[in-house]
Nanobody, 112 residues
Framework: QVQLVESGGDLVQPGGSLRPSCVVS??????MAWYRQAPEKQRELVAT???????TYSDPMKRRFTISRDNAKSTIHLQMNNLSPEDTAVYFC????????WGQGTQVTVSS
């Protein structure tokens, strides 16, 4: 079975940075993605990364977020800079395009 374990979320002030991680176990990593879900909103795609490292971002994230992967550690990261309250959400990782079972996510809260 494939397990997805997100970590690294925190409470941060506007303008701050965080770098959550997602550890993938039970399967080789192929294309992966970060998603987020704000309170009472649907889960939305944040960024994707292919097996060879090609990345895509939703337009609001492109200038502030960077997705990366470490195949040796079976881990993907999301560097988030210049955070705003609108970035407050639970952040999840998953495979693309076929989703595995969702993990618990990691809470990111941006507040002054």
């Amino acid at each position: 079975q494939v397990q997805l374990v997100e970590s690294g979320g925190d409470l941060v002030q506007p303008g701050g940075s965080l770098r959550p991680s997602c550890v993938v176990s039970g399967s080789n990593m192929f294309a992966m993605a970060w998603y987020r879900q704000a309170p009472e909103k649907q889960r939305e795609l944040v960024a994707t990364i292919t097996s060879d490292g090609r990345t895509t971002y939703s337009d609001p994230m492109k200038r502030r977020f960077t997705i990366s992967r470490d195949n040796a550690k079976s881990t993907i990261h999301l560097q988030m800079n210049n955070l705003s309250p609108e970035d407050t959400a639970v952040y999840f990782c998953n495979s693309m395009p076929l989703h595995r079972s969702w993990g618990q996510g990691t809470q990111v809260t941006v507040s002054s």
